[in-house]
């Protein structure tokens, strides 16, 4: 039976004493004997921190009950995930789910995080894991903005590069909208999601509508983001240091034109904090309402949002609604209708690796902290040695990029067979993710530095269309014989995939002023990509689950095809099996010990064109040609495939105030791409192959303890632990560097700075450097030792403060940021060791701009309180709750890095090669200020 909105049920059971199982997810499952002159029982629950009862996915069409779940699986709740605001959801996972990395790349408005799970899968391929939102796979595209056109950090192209910071589209998610996110974070839980699933798969449910009354929440939130960490720059102590340094630098200024720079600076212009010195006002509204009349359930949301960027004309704006429906026709027929609509519009302004000299820490690396390059009457200064103005770029370089975009889902489910033994249900269910992207940059014609290329005026207008759509049937059977001994489930079902990518990047230059479109320029190039990928797929699941609910037997197979695959009618299995025990009050001092073990594999599918050879176009003597392109596709190219193998164990203790889970893994990952450099007079400079295999193992663990529990007051601690090892066990080639990605842009700037080396033996995010004119070796590594996350939440009455604090140990980073302020002597420690530092450039190459980047992250912070009801009972008795908060992320960060954050990526989203810091947009803390309502 379910109960009414107020709690109540009726049960019809058989004559004599029965034994009644209640249970709700988030507390705790009670059984009590109800004797047969009885006709009313009252059941308290006690709330369970765990959420032993919760559902957790187990295969395409069955879920099972966390306390049975045989692999480790991490959860999050809405509560957790919203409780202080992010750009993305991404953000609000870091430092919450042991064994998943979360990285930004930068800190520039929108969000760009890259989620790494159980260590590196892949060289060249995806390095996301899959996202599936209420069942359908939704995209975490990045389409890059193109800012590479203003600063050729790409020489070889004004398209569009892996170097202009753009957002990866899961950022486009409201994040109170969800109601819970599941994390599979090996094959032997991902299986069920085939040749996708080898990075880990994000599961994603949305709230849903319940019997009863409408039940809505207004939310309010005020706040604003600053500039949380430096570089910092070089200071000069008196105006004849000053003049000392314009003469060593062949500056074309006399001393009184140093000396009134450094009286109007008043000795130091601290750049930094003028440019990223914005601290604008940022809101966030949102409306919540669920209901239902038990027949029907709806669940309505609307948000709109902005978060101002520290540095002006930037900043992230989204509006999104929701409508999720349920219906219950008759008894048997169910239907789930979900529909989400977004529009973001982000401005993120201009960083990372620069050849054009205007990302704004390549000027503050050129000059010095005494030149005043602030605007007076409207003139900018040019910088001596840069030729160009930071300020003036900022005003008036416009980065908008606007995003439209639509996932729906319908699900419907019949009831074909509805027994006391036996139940048989057809699932069907479909939906699809489509979004639009529209990115337009423009840079007027009178910018200091637009002439240097003989056009000047660049605008470009950069479009993207991304659609996923997926179909599924499945049927699934469940017996269970008299007396309950078991209860044995079987689904089997098949899907049908469809994913496909337009973009076309227009570049045009020498565009006169006050003309934003790109016909009017006299330079155009165009750049057009167009993608598409089909799939088909079968699966089957046997799920046992018996001895009073406490052994669970699972066994799996997804069996799919793909057209990124070399033949595209092979299909490929990836096989599945798992068994967990539970020990009840077995072992003193415990009260319950689970025990799990779990196999199974999964993989990673080939990039779209690697089995071609691509055929590049040219003109020849004033007419269109095709010839080969530089790489060797592999006609017979296959998945990368991931087995693992995964044990441990769930425990808890002192009367239930105290979890532990604890995991062991390792996995193989077998039919590694590679791109083989091959000699030039072969015809072409790469060949594409499976070859290859790395071993990752770890240890991975979650403490829960809940020490204080009161009736009005109580302490909740989770502390998570991971760590992971990946080494290289086989290559059908020498030991070789890792240069450019899958596209053949870099993704490294030479041995000297420091660039990855797949070598057998060797950690896979082994970073390697040259001292002079030695050969290169090992001098780091990207990975961590270890990483862990420490969340306290404290309750007494209606007050309750909650804390994340995110430890990354190890790890390292090439700070390239700093050898840019090293060649003109301007890094802020000039004066102390860092004089010796640039000598050693000369001598010993770059490779001591490895640093170590490990880190101590305070994520969150929120303090909030429930108003008493007597307060806010004279408004009409329509109000059910009010809540006020403040709240703060990435607050504070401990760390030796001498980088403005430890937490940055040059290239993007790579699978090894995010290491290198090169001028990004620096990292920012935000205040909030949160008000609730609840009718």
């Known amino acids: 039976a379910v109960t009414g909105d107020n709690g109540a049920f009726t049960l019809v059971v058989p004559a004599g004493d ?6 709700r997810i988030g507390y705790r499952r009670r059984t009590i004997t109800v004797g047969a002159a009885q006709s009313d029982v009252q059941i308290a629950l006690e709330r369970d921190p765990y959420r032993l009862e919760a559902q957790i996915v187990t295969g395409a069409a069955t879920t ?25 959801i991404e953000n609000a996972l870091a430092g919450k789910i042991a064994g998943a990395q979360v990285i930004a790349n930068g800190g520039a408005p929108g969000g760009g995080n890259q989620i790494r799970m159980r260590g590196v899968t892949s060289v060249f391929g995806s390095a996301d894991p899959l996202y599936v939102v209420d069942g359908v796979i939704i995209s975490n595209d990045v389409i890059q903005p193109g800012t590479n056109a203003l600063t050729s950090a790409r020489r070889a192209s004004s398209n569009a590069s892996n170097q202009d910071n753009g957002v990866n589209r899961i950022a486009d998610l409201n994040p109170n909208d969800i109601e819970t996110v599941e994390v599979l974070k090996g094959a032997s839980a991902s299986a069920i999601y085939g040749s996708k699933a080898s990075n880990g798969v994000i599961l994603i449910k949305t709230k849903t509508g319940s019997a009863g009354a409408p039940v809505s929440n207004v939310t309010q939130r005020l706040g604003t983001f600053q500039l949380a960490r430096k570089f910092n720059l070089r200071r000069f102590a008196t105006v004849a240091d000053a003049q000392a340094y314009a003469v060593s630098q062949s500056y074309a200024m006399t001393p009184a034109e140093v000396a009134a720079n450094y009286a109007s600076c008043n000795g130091f212009c601290d750049f930094e904090q003028e440019l990223y010195g914005e601290t604008p006002l940022s809101y966030e509204t949102g409306l919540g309402v669920r209901g239902g009349t038990g027949t029907t359930n709806y669940f309505v949301s609307g948000l709109t949002k902005y978060d101002g960027g520290i540095q002006k004309n930037t900043g992230y704006k989204k509006d999104a609604i929701r409508l999720n429906l349920s219906q219950l026709i008759g008894d048997k027929l169910s239907l789930q209708v979900n529909n989400n609509y977004i529009r973001t519009l982000t401005r993120r302004g201009i960083s990372n690796n620069d050849n054009a000299n205007i990302t704004p820490y390549f000027v503050f690396a050129a000059t010095p902290s005494w030149f005043d390059m602030r605007p007076r009457d409207g003139v900018y200064p040019v910088t001596p040695v840069m030729g160009t103005n930071s300020f003036q770029n900022v005003d008036f370089i416009q980065t908008p990029d606007e995003v439209n975009r639509i996932i729906s889902s319908v699900s419907a489910s019949y009831q074909l067979l509805n027994s006391e033994r036996q139940t048989l249900a057809l699932k069907v269910d479909g939906g699809i993710d489509r979004f639009n992207e529209q990115v337009n940059i423009v840079s007027p014609r009178f910018l200091i530095f637009e002439p240097n290329d003989g056009l000047p005026g660049t605008v470009t207008s950069n479009s993207g269309a991304v659609m996923n759509l997926n179909l599924n049937a499945s049927l699934a059977h469940t017996y269970t014989p008299a007396g309950r001994r078991f209860s044995a489930t079987t689904a089997a079902g098949i899907q049908r995939e469809t994913s496909s990518l337009r973009s076309t990047n227009v570049v045009t230059r020498d565009v006169l002023l006050g003309l934003e479109n790109v016909n009017s320029g006299s330079a155009p190039e165009v750049f057009a990509n167009r993608e598409e990928v089909k799939g088909f797929a079968v699966f089957a699941q046997e799920e046992l689950l018996a001895l009073n609910e406490k052994l669970l037997l699972t066994a799996g197979v997804r069996a799919e095809r793909s057209t990124r695959n070399g033949d595209v009618n092979k299909l490929y299995a990836f096989p599945k099996a798992s068994v967990s025990y539970r020990l009840v009050d077995a072992i ?52 990368e495939r991931q087995t693992e193998i995964e044990t441990g164990f769930d425990a808890q203790f002192a009367n239930g105030r105290g979890s532990l889970a604890f995991t062991l893994y390792q996995k193989t990952i077998d039919d590694v791409i590679l791109q083989i450099a091959t000699a030039p007079s072969v015809g072409y400079t790469v060949q594409i192959l499976n070859g290859g295999q790395f071993r990752n193992r770890g ?7 809940n020490p204080v529990r009161g009736p009005d007051y109580g302490w909740t601690s989770r502390t998570t632990f991971a760590k992971n090892v990946g080494i290289v066990t086989a290559l059908p080639v020498p030991a070789f560097t890792l240069s450019q990605d899958a596209t053949g842009q870099g993704v490294a700037f030479g041995a000297g700075y ?34 862990m996350g420490f969340s306290n939440e404290l309750t007494w009455k209606g007050v309750r403060l909650s804390t994340l604090f995110d430890w990354q140990k190890g790890g390292n980073l090439v700070n390239v940021t700093k050898n840019v ?65 403040v709240s703060g992320r990435n607050l504070y960060t401990w760390t030796k890095y001498t980088g403005a954050d430890p937490e940055v990526s040059n290239f993007g989203n790579q699978q090894i090669s995010r290491f290198i810091d090169l001028a990004p947009f620096p990292p920012s803390r935000s205040f909030f200020f949160t008000v609730d309502v609840g009718f």
């Open 18 to 23: 029965v034994q009644l199982n209640a249970r």
């Open 64 to 88: 099972v009950a966390r306390q049975n779940v045989a692999n480790d699986v991490g959860l999050v709740t809405a509560d957790q995930l919203a409780r202080v605001p992010s750009a993305s």
């Open 588 to 639: 003193p001092a415990l009260g319950e010990v689970k025990l799990r073990l779990a196999a199974g594999q999964s993989g990673n599918q080939p990039l779209y064109l690697q089995k071609y050879r691509a055929a590049i176009t040219g003109v020849y003597d004033r007419q269109n040609g095709v010839q080969s392109g530089p790489a060797l596709g592999d006609p017979n190219i296959k998945p």
């Open 699 to 705: 240890a991975e663990a979650l403490l829960e303890i």
């Open 754 to 787: 420091g660039i990855a080396r797949l070598e057998v033996g060797q950690s896979v995010t082994q970073i390697v450097g040259s001292d002079g004119p030695n050969p290169p070796v090992k001098k780091g590594d990207a990975s961590p030792n270890f990483t």
């Open 821 to 885: 302020f090293d060649a003109f002597a301007l890094a802020p420690d000039v004066a102390d060791g860092g004089l010796a530092r640039i000598n050693l450039n000369d001598t010993q190459g770059f490779a001591q701009y490895i640093e170590d980047a490990s880190f101590v992250k305070l994520r969150e912070v929120a303090l909030g309180y429930d108003l008493p009801r007597s307060w806010f009972s004279r408004l009409g008795g329509r109000t059910r709750s009010v809540r006020l908060e």
